[in-house]
């Protein structure tokens, strides 16, 4: 099973960056799968989750109405669209699975991908 996280980059703040995850070898639609972030010298945060391909979602308090979870079952693939990015917003992005029902959206992931760069610049 791999998650790989792409579509990471540099942009300034105000901007917008569209990640991508793609998952190999099974899938977590049903249970659910979920963006993280890791800023320098800080532990890491819930971003975003969703189950059955966006139809459920739940964001931290810190990115609604800016963030956008999605999910296409068909390509096997989540995306996290952030728009209106802030300097704070900057960290390493990880999407993560879950194998097993959990309630809720912020816990629970035992699959992990590596992880995208997210920069944002003033």
């Known amino acids: 099973v791999q998650l790989q996280a792409s579509g990471g980059g540099l942009v300034q703040a105000g901007g917008s960056l569209r990640l991508s995850c793609a998952a190999s070898?099974?899938?977590?639609?049903?249970?659910?799968m979920g963006w993280f972030r890791q800023a320098p010298g800080k532990e890491r945060e819930f971003v975003a989750g969703?189950?059955?391909?966006?139809?459920?979602?739940h964001y931290a308090d810190s990115v609604k109405g800016r963030f956008t979870i999605s999910g296409d079952n068909a390509r096997h693939r989540i995306y996290l669209q952030m728009n209106s990015l802030k300097l704070e917003d900057t960290g390493v992005y990880y999407c993560?699975?879950?194998?097993?029902?959990?309630?809720?959206?912020?816990?629970?992931?035992?699959?992990w991908g590596q992880g995208t760069q997210v920069t944002v610049s003033s």
């Open positions: 993560a699975g879950r194998s097993t029902y959990t309630d809720g959206l912020v816990n629970g992931y035992d699959y």
């Open positions: 070898g099974r899938t977590f639609s049903n249970f659910g």
């Open positions: 969703t189950r059955w391909n966006g139809r459920i979602t």
